[in-house]
Structure formats: structure tokens, C-alpha cells
């Protein structure tokens, strides 16, 4: 079967390079398109991106010359990682034009219309592009710290009701993209301050955990107070948790529901699916960025040191890689799904 031809919207960036090398060589699409600003334009995708993978940019990928989106354009499919300044309006341009948009960014994810999927916890909420107006669609993922909030709570909100979360992050820099924070103010040091992040755990796990029904998603009824920190870490945002529940369960009721957790996505062999999608660690000093957030693709999420909470009922660890389950790897999760399950059959 022919590959489908797809793009990469902000592909000189942070996520755009994650995109890359997970897409060099995938079996169900082709990386036709490159794109970024004017300042990229025209330039060889190696001239413009200031690459800081850890392999070498792939070699028919280095030569292709970096368009905007305003360019002819092959794809059908486009996975953006492009600047929140900019990414409503082009997302929004392309999808009318007929193109399929599955993005990182922050501007359509609370539209009411426009899904914040995750195959493995609510892949019905995909059902909401059947009432999008434009001729192609647009689906988010999640903001990266809420996107390990949302794996880890999904099956304990199922059957113990979350009532109230209090969750603290400690995110790593390639958060903020490239250049990112200055090294001055990160070395050594903790901000306590990433600007509209708190805001955004705040709101985007309610609908993440919705019902969706009736055409519409009903958000969850719980509240969520988030203090949001960027650390001296490259990769992998860590957060620690305490949750109160409705149905209050043991440690043990809580360690089996999230160590038992299988989603019917992982039966369709999906190249992105990670083995287990939850794993649990059993040791006080996991999980840990360094030494876990890599494994499993960068596709797990990590939960460790269940306890009981003295406050509210339990408190976790939950840690997860942040460019690649947190944008680049889910996105292209969702695309997978997408695929397999015919839902992209709107762009041919
Ligand atoms: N980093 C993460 O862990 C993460 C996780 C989840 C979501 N996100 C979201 O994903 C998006 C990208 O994040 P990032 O960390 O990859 O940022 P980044 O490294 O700053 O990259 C931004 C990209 O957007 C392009 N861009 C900037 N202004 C543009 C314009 N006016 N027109 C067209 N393209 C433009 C840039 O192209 P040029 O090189 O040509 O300037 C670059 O390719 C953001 O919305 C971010 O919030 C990031």
C-alpha cells in the first residue's frame, strides 16, 4: 500500500526535529514537506535548523529546502510543531484548504469541536472532527506535562472518581523549545514560573478526561490546582501528585489499576505504541528523567512512589518524556490511529 504524504509544520524546531526522526523512515507515511518561517524559507532543512538530536539529521531530509505554508505544499497530512504565534492561523488556513492538522500547539485544543486525543484514553473524543466545517480537520495533543497527568489519571478517574488534584512540575528545558531559557537563568537553578502552563493543566485535563456524548465532550468534574517549575533537566518533565478520590482506594487498589492498564489501541500494532503504557517502578528513587524518560521510545509514562497522602487520599510521582510522548511521538500516535481505524479517509 502507498505511503500518505505528510509535512512537518515548524520542522526547524524542537518538536519539528523530534518529528524527523520519527518520520524518516515510517511505514504508513512519507515526509514530503519541510516547514517554517521566512527565515527558513528557501534554505536546505540542515542550513536552517540548528539540530540537537542525538543522531545525525537523516540524509535525504538535510537537502530538502524548507517551504512556508503558503508554498505549494504535496502533503495532505501535517503535524505541526509550529510557534503558538503563529500556529492558529496556519493550522486553521491548511484545514480549510482540505489538509489534516495534528498539532502540538496550544491554540485550537479548547475549541469545542477540535479533539485533545490520546488513543490509549479517549480515542472517541476523535468522533468530534465529523462536526469541524472545513473541508480537512484539526486534532491537538495535549500540553506536554498535562499529557502524563492525563495517561496516569485516566484509568484511577475511571474507577475512583477524582475529586481534587494538586500536582507540582518540575519540567525540563527543551519545553521551551530552542533557544529556550537562557543558560544564566536556568544553571543551577529553578524558575518557579512557566508562563500560561498552570493555566493550561488546569483546564486541558478536565476535557481530556471528558465523556464524550451526545456529539460533545462533558469535562470532568474535578479541580485541578497546578504549580507549574522549569528545572535544570534536558529532557523529561517529572510532577508530583496528590489526588483525592470519590471512591477512596488503597495503594495496592491504585499500584494494580495502573499496572493493569491495557488500551485497545495496542492491539493494532501501531509503530508508536509503547509497550506498556503505564509503568509502574517499584524503587523510592524512581522514576528519575535521566535514567527512565528514554525507554520504551520515549513512549511510556513512568509512575513511581505511591503513597498514602496524609491531605487527601494518595500522592505519586509521574514522569515522562516530554518532546516525544509529550508532542512529537503522540502526535504521531494519534496519526497512526488514525490511520488504522480509517479516520483519514477525509483527506483523500
Ligand atoms: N518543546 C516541547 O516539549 C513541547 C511539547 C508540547 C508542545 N509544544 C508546543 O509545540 C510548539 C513548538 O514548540 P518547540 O518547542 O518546538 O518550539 P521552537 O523550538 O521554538 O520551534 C518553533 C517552530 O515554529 C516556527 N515558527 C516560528 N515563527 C513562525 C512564523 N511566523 N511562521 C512560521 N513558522 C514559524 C519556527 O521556524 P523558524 O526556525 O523558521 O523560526 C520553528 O520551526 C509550541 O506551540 C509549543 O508550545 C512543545
Request: hydrophobic share 35%; net charge neutral.
Amino acid at each position: 500500500m502507498s505511503k500518505i504524504k505528510v509535512g512537518v509544520l515548524g520542522a526547524t524546531g524542537t518538536v519539528g526535529q523530534k518529528f524527523i526522526t520519527i518520520l524518516k523512515d515510517h511505514p504508513f507515511f512519507e515526509l514530503t514537506d519541510l516547514v517554517a518561517s521566512d527565515r527558513s524559507k528557501g534554505k536546505t532543512y540542515k542550513e536552517a535548523t540548528s539540530w540537537k538530536q542525538d543522531s545525525d539529521i537523516p540524509e535525504k531530509i538535510a537537502s530538502m529546502t524548507v517551504k512556508t505554508y503558503q508554498d505549494q505544499l504535496e502533503a495532505k497530512l501535517f503535524f505541526s510543531g509550529l510557534d503558538s504565534s503563529v500556529a492558529g492561523e496556519v493550522e486553521t488556513y491548511l484545514a480549510e484548504k482540505g489538509c489534516g492538522i495534528i498539532s502540538n500547539s496550544k491554540n485550537h485544543r479548547m475549541d469545542d469541536n477540535v479533539p485533545i486525543a490520546i488513543p490509549e484514553i479517549n480515542s472517541e473524543h476523535l468522533n468530534l472532527i465529523n462536526d469541524q466545517k472545513t473541508k480537512g480537520f484539526i486534532v491537538t495533543n495535549s500540553n506536554c506535562s498535562t499529557m502524563f497527568l492525563a495517561i496516569a489519571l485516566a484509568p484511577l478517574h475511571k474507577k475512583f472518581i477524582i475529586e481534587k488534584l494538586i500536582v507540582s512540575t518540575m519540567q525540563a528545558v527543551s519545553g521551551a523549545g530552542y533557544p529556550g531559557v537562557p543558560s544564566l537563568d536556568i544553571l543551577g537553578n529553578v524558575v518557579p514560573y512557566i508562563g500560561d502552563e498552570e493555566e493550561k493543566v488546569e483546564t486541558e485535563l478536565n476535557k481530556m478526561l471528558g465523556e464524550y456524548k451526545n456529539g460533545k465532550i462533558i469535562n470532568a468534574d474535578f479541580i485541578v490546582s497546578a504549580h507549574c517549575n522549569r528545572v535544570p533537566v534536558i529532557d523529561g518533565h517529572t510532577e508530583t501528585l496528590s489526588i483525592k478520590f470519590k471512591n477512596k482506594p488503597s495503594v495496592a487498589d491504585v499500584k494494580k489499576t495502573l499496572q493493569d492498564f491495557r488500551a485497545e489501541s495496542q492491539n493494532l500494532d501501531l509503530p508508536m505504541s509503547p509497550e506498556k503504557v503505564i509503568r509502574v517502578l517499584e524503587e523510592d528513587n524512581r522514576p528519575q528523567p535521566r535514567l527512565d524518560a528514554n525507554k520504551d521510545k520515549g513512549m511510556s509514562t513512568f509512575v513511581g512512589r505511591i503513597r498514602e497522602c496524609k491531605i487527601f487520599d494518595i500522592k505519586m510521582v509521574v514522569m515522562g518524556h516530554n518532546t516525544i510522548r509529550g508532542a512529537a511521538g503522540a502526535a504521531v500516535l494519534n496519526a497512526e490511529y488514525m490511520y488504522k481505524k480509517g479516520l483519514l479517509s477525509k483527506l483523500n
